[in-house]
């Protein structure tokens, strides 16, 4: 089984790469094999709306046309069992990085078609996928959930599409070595490290089990 994950942040060895590496960790222990793609490393576009993936009798299978670097990435998570995508939240949603990439990966394996059989769009998809979606912030839990609707839709049109999606959130992160430095205070560095401290061990043990569950639910 391969397990592709995909680092939505600018940021390497910090908060949303840290949890992606438990979660390819808790993969790999269960026999998994794993690559992790930082998307901030790549450059590509969003959807462009050319349809190449919509036309009678394409070629595509199921992975966007448009050539650039994100297209080998595609090409490999569409013979993976499994992907999961994190991103920090930025005024209430995924980085553009992250949403442009879950646009490319999308839209190609839907057809403008209804099957019969399901009543839902027809598919191209290899092979189900399942799949997990990593969200990290600087808000709170209460603050979360007033932007819930539309990360929790982005995870729906995850699992719709490929097969399966859980999420993770982990809540008022850590975001800088010495608050001081910057122009952030409204936020409580005391609690800020308590926090990071007591709660983000969990969230990386939770991010270890994903990881793991993916490859045993396969």
Known sequence: ?????????????WNTHKLLMEA???AKEAGATTEIIHLFDLKYTDCIS??????????????????????PVLERIAEADGVIIG?????????????????????????????PRTGRPESVLKKEKKCGLIVTM?????????????????????GMVLGSCETLYSCDTYQFTDYSKYYASMWDERHKAEHREK???????????MGKRLYENA
């Open 1 to 13: 089984m391969k397990v592709v994950l995909i680092n939505g942040s600018p940021r390497k060895n």
């Open 24 to 26: 390819e960790r808790g």
């Open 50 to 71: 050319c349809f190449a993936c919509k036309l009678r009798g394409n070629k595509t299978e199921g992975v966007c046309a448009v050539r650039d670097d994100l297209k």
């Open 87 to 115: 991103s920090p939240v930025y005024y209430g949603n995924l980085t553009g990085q992250a949403l442009s990439f879950i646009n490319r990966l999308l839209f190609p394996v839907m057809h403008y078609e209804i099957d």
């Open 138 to 158: 600087n808000a709170t839990e209460g603050y979360y959930s007033g932007h819930g609707n539309a990360l929790e839709s982005i995870a729906g049109s995850i």
């Open 199 to 209: 709660q983000f061990p969990i969230d990386l043990n939770n991010a270890y089990r």
